[in-house]
């Protein structure tokens, strides 16, 4: 597989959408081929995973199945998008991965790390990102953000089942992401996001700039 793969992560309200949308812009201007994806969801079965699990009706489901449901739909993704688009040299720049699961079901909500960790290597082959942008926020500026902009430009009104968590679950989350980066400097870039959108893009053009003229 020659293409590269890029992930970004971070908490809710980070603004990975724009970043993303900001990179793969740039990227193609300069004659690169980009897949722009993203989990849970990326394809047709990917995204009636995501249905199930961000419907805030479900208030009954067991972590268990949550974390079996992301890595579900994260499989899927995988054989169905990624690795297809590797393999043709693509870039791909994925919106969360692994790393979510990590954070969000393990440091989160409690899952224990080993499983979460196991059941993605199975459900990905074992597939890591080349690089990860993990835009971090304190948690009051990303939920104020979200308030903010849901019901505006395409996102559905109110927050999904894991946005409306409470504020102590969220601040796990983050920390969860910080002790990702700290773990993994090699892979993923913690990218201050409490920032205007240019200054992030910036910052991360500059670094994927540089990732691609190692690889
Ligand atoms: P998100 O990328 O934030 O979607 P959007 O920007 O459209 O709101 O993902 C939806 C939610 O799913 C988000 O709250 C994080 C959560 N999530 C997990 O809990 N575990 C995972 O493995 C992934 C991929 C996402």
Known sequence: MNGIFITFEGPDGAGKTTQIQLLTQA??????????????????ISDQIRAILLNPEHKEMASHTEVLLYAASRAQHVHEVIIP????GKIVLCDRYIDASIAYQAYGLGADLQHVE??????????????????????????????R???????????????????????????????????????????????????????????????????
């Open 27 to 44: 990227l193609r201007e300069e004659g690169r081929e980009c897949v722009a994806t993203r989990e849970p969801g990326g394809t047709f």
């Open 149 to 215: 902009r849901s019901g505006v430009s395409g996102k559905p009104a109110g927050l999904d089942r894991i946005e409306q968590r409470e504020r102590d679950y969220h601040s796990r989350v983050r920390a969860g992401f910080q002790r990702i980066a700290e773990q993994a400097p090699d892979r993923v870039l913690l990218v201050r996001a409490d920032r205007s959108a240019e200054e992030v893009a910036e910052e991360i053009m500059s670094d994927c700039k540089r990732l691609l003229h190692y690889t």
């Open 85 to 88: 688009a590797l393999a043709e």
């Open 118 to 147: 196991l059941i993605n290597r199975y459900a990905s082959d074992g597939l890591q990102p080349h690089r990860t942008y993990m835009l971090d926020i304190p948690v009051e500026a990303g939920m104020e953000r979200l308030h």
